[in-house]
């Protein structure tokens, strides 16, 4: 019997694993999340015939995080089908959070660096242009 204690360590491996299963996991929960507000869309609004001569606008439901959510709490098929999109925009942005994660981990300031960088500039181009 080895009295040492046996530290577990988080690998690279591991870490790869985890990144490819968030990507996974990501990707089917927001088809899951679209295509269930789809089912609901065609529930709620299926029947209608549309009108192609007059261009209706959308509203914020679709354009805002606190819209999505409103709609969301009303039970609105479209908010579905938009947080399913928000689901998929937001999957490799958690990757990159992982990224930075696991080099952070390594200690590579480098890479650490360069993460923050990329993170910095897609969370900026996602949200800058946003009133949330």
Same mark, same amino acid.
């Given at each position: ?18 990144? *490819?299963?968030?990507?996974?996991? /990501?990707?089917?929960?927001?088809? =899951?999340?679209? %295509? !269930?507000? #789809? ?13 192609? *001569?007059?261009?209706?606008?959308? /509203?914020?439901?679709?354009?805002? =995080?606190?819209? %999505? !959510?409103? #709609? ?31 080099? #952070? ?28």
């Amino acid at each position: 019997m080895n009295n040492s204690k046996e530290t577990k360590r988080v690998t690279d491996y591991d870490m790869q694993q985890l990144i *490819g299963q968030v990507l996974r996991y /990501g990707v089917l929960i927001s088809g =899951l999340v679209a %295509i !269930i507000g #789809g089912i609901w869309y065609l529930f709620q609004q299926g029947s209608g015939l549309p009108d192609y *001569g007059t261009f209706h606008g959308e /509203g914020e439901g679709y354009t805002s =995080l606190p819209g %999505i !959510i409103k #709609g969301l709490g009303q039970g609105s098929a479209k908010e579905i089908i938009q947080l399913g999109v928000v689901i998929l925009i937001a999957t490799p942005i958690l990757r990159i959070v992982f990224s930075l994660v696991a080099f #952070g981990m390594e200690r590579d300031k480098l890479y650490v660096l360069i993460t923050l960088i990329v993170l910095s500039i897609i969370l900026f181009s996602t949200f800058g242009g946003l009133s949330i």
